[in-house]
């Protein structure tokens, strides 16, 4: 399994944790108005509104906060105005680090971000520098008590997914990024049962790390992913499973 992944199954337990705090909740309430601001308050003519309100719900999200973002996303409520913005760089052990934001102070966020690339070692890159590394993916996440693995690959090609990989507890189907939709809305005709469905950016290919760069690399996600700008963080490290157990548990 590679770290990236790892880092995948890592990062939505902890949102799970960090939802009872409020962190989640403030990201995706970023991510609604955005997404409403951008492609309008239908979900259903509007994609990312639609992955945004499905994350929402699966953080327990009440209906009445989903509304009032989008509602100020749209101009119905007043709100503060946010923008995306993207930054690309290497962190430690040269690993390609790509990430999504939503701002309403650029000139803060990118000071913040480049402080922690510095930190560890790392540098912030210009517009395109590592994009190159990544492919757009859709993501969804299966757990794997609900079906085998051929049962529920078959109903995943018979319903336009790309790949299917086995995680942990969980069955990661891929698609195609223009394809995530209607492949997600084809398992839910087949009452699949989903633990998470999302569009995502996977590496084209890996850096090994093991020792320090490995224990600063997680320190350094950690701390992107606990930044209140920061949307998603992809980055192309591989990290046995066994090194990663111990960097955790410490």
């Known amino acids: ?3 990236h992944s790892k880092w995948h199954s890592i990062k939505h337990k902890k949102a799970k944790v960090d939802a009872a705090r409020g962190r989640v909740f403030t990201k995706i309430i970023k991510e609604l108005t955005v997404a409403a601001r951008i492609g309008g308050a239908d979900p259903n003519a509007n994609p990312r509104l639609r992955v ?4 929402a719900k699966s953080v327990n999200m009440p209906a009445k906060n989903i509304d009032n ?5 749209t101009g119905e409520l007043p709100g503060v105005v946010y923008e995306d913005v993207s930054y690309e760089g290497y962190g430690p052990g040269g690993v ?5 934001a ?4 650029k000139n803060r966020t990118v000071a ?10 790392g540098s912030l890159g210009e517009s395109g520098s590592v994009a190159w590394m990544f492919e757009r993916k859709g993501l969804i996440t299966v757990p794997k008590d609900k079906y085998t ?3 529920l690959l078959e109903i995943a090609l018979e319903c336009g997914a790309e790949d299917m990989t086995g995680d942990g507890d969980f069955y990661e189907i891929y698609t195609a990024y223009e394809d995530f939709q209607q492949v997600r809305s084809a398992l839910e005709e087949h009452s699949v049962i989903m633990e998470n469905a999302e569009l995502t950016m996977i590496p084209k290919n890996t850096v090994k790390l093991q020792g320090k760069p490995a224990e600063q690399l997680m320190k350094f996600m950690e701390l992107l992913d606990e930044h209140d700008d920061v949307q998603n ?12 157990e111990r960097i955790l548990s410490e």
């Open 149 to 151: 693995e051929d049962e």
């Open 102 to 105: 939503v701002t309403d102070n």
């Open 96 to 100: 390609a680090v790509f990430i999504e």
């Open 69 to 73: 973002a989008i509602k100020k996303g």
């Open 233 to 244: 963080v992809y980055a192309n490290f591989d990290i046995d499973d066994q090194e990663m």
């Open 112 to 121: 913040e971000i480049r402080h922690l690339f510095g930190k560890y070692g």
């Open 1 to 3: 399994m590679s770290g």
């Open 52 to 55: 945004a309100i499905a994350q």
